[in-house]
């Protein structure tokens, strides 16, 4: 199986993500989490790839809201660096 097309179950989804099943559901039934796949009878699992990116994705709003509030006459000009300049929102994370 490759990499992208791994299967977690609601444990792996709530230990990678840190949220509540409940919270889960609710942003799923929103429209603001990845979908379930159904997998036999009532079981159902998350694309693993799915999940990381919807991580990706609340690290880089998390970002551009902070370049707003820290500079905001330069927020565009960080929005089109980070658009151009980063493969994936982990290029863009400052380094420890």
């Known amino acids: 199986m490759k990499p992208d097309m791994k299967i977690i179950r609601l444990s792996g989804v709530i230990e990678t993500t840190g949220l509540a099943r409940s919270t889960i559901?609710?942003?799923?039934?929103?429209?603001?989490?990845p979908r379930p796949v159904p997998l036999v009878g009532r079981s159902v699992g998350w694309l693993e790839s799915e999940i990381q990116d919807w991580i990706k994705g609340r690290l880089q709003r998390e970002i551009l809201t902070h370049a707003d509030n820290l500079m905001p006459a330069r927020s565009m000009t960080f929005r089109r660096y980070l658009s151009t300049s980063c493969n994936s929102v982990v290029d863009c994370l400052p380094s420890s």
């Open 25 to 33: 559901y609710n942003l799923t039934s929103e429209g603001g989490f």
